[in-house]
């Protein structure tokens, strides 16, 4: 029987089925030129030319370390240990045992392409994670208050309208006086204030409960936290 066996992935892959992605200045703030082929990330420091024609050769499927020289860092993709991706200020910094790199966008669709294409490049040993709380523990400490003042208000409603519907009663004086503060107050005002806090409790818990994450990483897959995990080779 006949056994065909298949080469994997490379940077010489035949034109047109490389799957080579290309990101250039100005979308990319750190460097000249991205270029991810299944295997390696070239970087072109941000000094090299950005003529047009550089694209056309790429997606021409040309010699990568022929076209850039030696001015360009590549990056094995199957040596990056770690990749933190800073929402906030759209870096991505790679891990790996050769040195950190970092790369900054100035829009967000870049930097989302280029780590979207970093997961699916590195799946065969990473995996996402966020620095997303859980929802439910991040919520619990607003609901909780919000369940105290509902509570409080439903009590101290029912009890205002209590001590003004009775009159004044045959008690000791210094209760007779705070039943008769309680019996001034309306407990329509009483419920108002209430249902404000709560409302205000509601969007607090809203917030926490759907808070975005700032922070995404790939990992390798013994890591479940993304910072105590480092990621780094041994």
Request: proline letters at 8%; aromatic letters at 6%.
């Given at each position: 029987?006949t056994?065909?066996?298949?080469?994997?992935?490379s940077?010489?892959?035949?034109?047109?089925?490389?799957g080579?992605?290309?990101w250039?200045?100005?979308?990319?703030?750190?460097?000249?030129w991205?270029?991810?082929t299944?295997?390696?990330?070239?970087?072109?420091?941000a000094?090299?030319?950005?003529?047009?024609?550089?694209?056309?050769?790429v997606?021409a499927g040309?010699?990568?370390?022929?076209?850039?020289?030696?001015a360009?860092?590549?990056?094995?993709?199957?040596?990056?240990?770690?990749?933190?991706?800073?929402l906030?200020?759209?870096?991505?910094?790679l891990?790996?045992?050769?040195?950190?790199v970092?790369l900054?966008?100035?829009?967000?669709?870049?930097?989302?392409d280029?780590?979207?294409?970093?997961l699916h490049?590195?799946?065969?040993?990473?995996h996402?994670v966020?620095d997303?709380?859980?929802?439910l523990?991040a919520?619990?400490?607003?609901?909780g208050?919000?369940?105290?003042?509902?509570?409080a208000?439903?009590t101290?409603?029912?009890?205002?309208?209590?001590?003004?519907?009775?009159?004044?009663?045959?008690?000791?004086?210094w209760?007779?006086?705070?039943?008769?503060?309680l019996a001034?107050?309306?407990?329509?005002?009483?419920c108002?204030?209430?249902g404000?806090?709560?409302?205000?409790?509601?969007?607090?818990?809203?917030r926490r409960?759907?808070?975005?994450?700032?922070?995404?990483?790939?990992?390798?897959f013994?890591?479940?936290?993304?910072f105590p995990?480092q990621g780094?080779?041994?």
């Open positions: 029987m056994t065909l066996t298949a080469r994997a992935l940077d010489t892959t035949l034109p047109g089925l490389q080579r992605r290309v250039s200045a100005p979308a990319v703030a750190t460097h000249a991205l270029v991810m299944p295997a390696r990330l070239y970087l072109l420091p000094a090299h030319s950005t003529d047009e024609q550089i694209r056309r050769a997606d040309a010699d990568l370390d022929g076209l850039f020289g030696d360009t860092e590549r990056v094995n993709l199957a040596d990056v240990r770690r990749a933190d991706f800073h906030a200020d759209l870096t991505i910094s891990g790996r045992t050769a040195g950190d970092a900054t966008f100035h829009d967000a669709e870049t930097a989302d280029v780590f979207t294409k970093l490049r590195t799946r065969d040993h990473l996402l966020s997303r709380p859980n929802p523990v919520a619990r400490g607003p609901l208050i919000l369940a105290g003042v509902l509570l208000t439903g101290l409603a029912v009890t205002v309208s209590a001590a003004a519907d009775l009159g004044p009663p045959d008690a000791p004086a209760l007779a006086r705070w039943l008769a503060v001034s107050l309306d407990w329509r005002a009483v108002g204030l209430g404000a806090v709560a409302a205000w409790l509601q969007v607090a818990a809203y409960y759907h808070r975005p994450p700032t922070r995404l990483a790939l990992l390798p013994d890591c479940r936290l993304p995990c780094r080779a041994p």
